[in-house]
């Protein structure tokens, strides 16, 4: 558990599960309670079965709080949607590579926008499939649920290929994170940062937490900290 310690992880709450008439003030109170980056799902109808937000919610946001604003995208056409979501005051973005026949390009020009980019990999894509862009991105996002939902279960079967991944990033691109994004909580949140994670977007365990979000990101940093020093 050496490993655990002297790692501190970031946590990335996700407005999916706001409730978007006191979005500002969730945020706000995000900012306060030690959220690291804001994480927002766009989600088109298309990519995933499901619709989220677009930019207007970003501009909305983004007087409220100086935290980076980090971008998933689950669209079918991110490339004619960035430029829209960093007019808005979008700080990074996450593609993913499913559905992207032309990664690599999208890839390029999020970097022209001089931005961090992150590549984005469902639950039953290996882990192999980023290794040509590896050195190329400052994240690698594995979906530990299959996407387009808040509040599912985070699925064990992708423990081994985190585990996987923070071994390839250790040996070609140091400095890349390992974001984890699905079904963590308390339980759950342990055993990805033991597989390997630097990041976790949390959703449902905060913003649906009885006592609050404060409490809700406190019962992670603490479940976070405990596997860390046991
Ligand atoms: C789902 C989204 C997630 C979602 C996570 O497609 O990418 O970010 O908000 O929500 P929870 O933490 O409830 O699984
Ligand atoms: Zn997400």
């Not at 919610?57 to 829209?84: A, G, K, Y």
């Not at 991944?165 to 079904?183: F, H, K, T, W, Y």
């Not at 979000?213 to 976070?224: D, F, H, P, T």
């Amino acid at each position: 558990m050496e490993e655990l310690r002297n790692r501190r992880v970031k946590l990335a709450p996700s407005i999916l599960s706001a409730d978007f008439a006191r979005l500002g003030d969730q945020v706000s109170q995000l900012e306060k309670a030690g959220a690291d980056r804001i994480h927002v799902d766009v989600m088109d109808g298309h990519f995933v079965p499901n619709i989220s937000f677009g930019a207007a919610i970003v501009q909305s946001i983004r007087p409220i709080t100086s935290l980076p604003l980090e971008i998933h995208l689950m669209i079918s056409d991110p490339n004619f949607f960035l430029e829209q979501f960093l007019e808005a005051g979008g700080d990074s973005f996450l593609v993913h590579w499913e559905g992207n026949n032309n990664l690599y390009r999208t890839i390029r020009k999020i970097k022209e926008l001089e931005k961090p980019v992150g590549v984005v990999i469902n639950p039953a894509t290996p882990a192999a499939v980023s290794e040509e862009i590896l050195p190329e991105v400052n994240l690698v996002l594995v979906m530990t649920i299959n996407p387009g939902f808040g509040g599912q279960r985070f699925l064990e079967m992708t423990l081994p290929k985190i585990r996987q991944m923070r071994q390839m990033i250790a040996q070609v691109n140091p400095n890349c994170e390992l974001e984890l994004d699905g079904g963590i909580d308390p339980t759950t949140a342990p055993m990805g940062v033991a597989a390997g994670a630097d990041v976790l977007v949390v959703g449902s365990a905060i913003f649906d937490h009885a006592d609050g979000l404060a409490v809700g990101m406190k019962s992670l940093q603490q479940a976070i900290n405990q596997a860390g020093t046991s």
